[in-house]
């Protein structure tokens, strides 16, 4: 059992700071090149939506939290943002509230594609918390 927690504020170039230490956290686990590609994925997926979308003003915090349990990787990203209503709409492929070219709508449709489990919990202007959980592979 291993675990890290990052807080930082909702900044675009914090996201490089929160990838890198991701994948430097879970080296010594020996993932193989797909699964880090994947779970820096789906950790970049989750902090990029609460810098671009939590915080339309006053930027606030994010807070990762990683825990490692044996082959067991969770990846906990919250912030203190708008929240989101409808939860269910919003983690359907192709639906956004920002829609210009860099915003396609399908950074949910990603995160559970990747992830072996996906929790999503959000309340209007409290903020918004994504669980994500992702096993590496088996070490005979
Ligand atoms: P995209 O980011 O391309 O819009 P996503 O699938 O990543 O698509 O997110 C879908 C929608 O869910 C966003 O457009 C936004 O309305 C909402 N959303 C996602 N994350 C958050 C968050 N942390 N805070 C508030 N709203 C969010
Ligand atoms: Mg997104």
Redesign the pocket.
């Known amino acids: 059992m291993n675990q890290l927690q990052m807080k930082t504020i909702a900044l675009v170039e914090n996201e490089l700071v929160i990838r890198t230490a991701l994948v430097a956290f879970l080296l010594p686990l020996n993932p193989t090149n797909d699964e880090i590609m994947e779970i820096k994925t789906i950790c970049a ?2 902090v ?3 810098i ?3 915080y339309p003003q006053e930027k606030g915090n994010i807070t990762v939290h990683i825990t490692t349990d044996n082959r067991r990787v969770e990846i906990v ?1 919250q ?1 203190e ?4 209503s409808d939860i269910e709409n ?2 359907a ?1 192709f ?4 829609s210009d070219q ?10 559970e594609t990747f992830s072996d489990m996906m929790k ?1 919990e ?1 309340a209007l202007n409290e ?2 918390t ?1 669980t994500l959980v992702r096993y590496l592979h088996d070490i005979q």
Request: aromatic fraction near 2%.
């Open positions: 997926e989750a990029v939506n609460a671009v979308h939590a990203i912030d943002g708008i929240g989101m919003k983690r492929s639906v956004t509230t920002k860099e915003h396609s709508g399908m950074g949910f449709t990603i995160m999503v959000s903020g918004t994504v």
